[in-house]
């Protein structure tokens, strides 16, 4: 019933920015926090940055002041822009939404997209 779809993800070189998009569809009601994990080769998947619904932003450590997170709560989107790309930044990056479907629902759902990889050279 819900899709999360990522975009935007692709091969850039070091220094150079790349802004990945998320996209929600189906049938929805409210979409609450918004996550961008990634995932590098052989590695575990790490949480980067986190959106309220009321747009509050919070970044891990590794991407703050380089990656900035906004959303559309109109267009059921989320935006990841990401700056000062580094080869450490390559990875798959996923989308995860916590979506209300419903008014007269008392739980919400957690989704997540297919991922995108962004892979960033040296």
């Known amino acids: 019933q819900v899709q999360l779809v990522e975009s935007g993800g692709g091969l850039v070189q070091s220094g150079g920015s790349l802004r990945l998009s998320c996209a929600a569809s189906?049938?929805?009601?409210?979409?609450?926090?918004i996550k961008w994990y990634r995932q590098p080769p052989g590695k575990q998947r790490e949480l980067l940055a986190t959106?309220?619904?009321?747009?509050?932003?919070n970044y891990a450590d590794s991407v703050k002041g380089r990656f900035t997170m906004s959303r559309d709560n109109a267009k059921n989107t989320a935006v990841l822009q990401m700056n000062s790309l580094e080869p450490e930044d390559t990875a798959v990056y996923y989308c995860?939404?916590?979506?209300?479907?419903?008014?007269?629902?008392?739980?919400?759902?957690?989704?997540w997209g297919q991922g995108t990889q962004v892979t960033v050279s040296s």
């Open positions: 189906g049938t929805i009601f409210r979409i609450n926090d």
């Open positions: 959106i309220t619904s009321s747009g509050s932003t």
């Open positions: 995860n939404a916590v979506i209300k479907y419903r008014a007269s629902d008392t739980t919400s759902y957690s989704h």
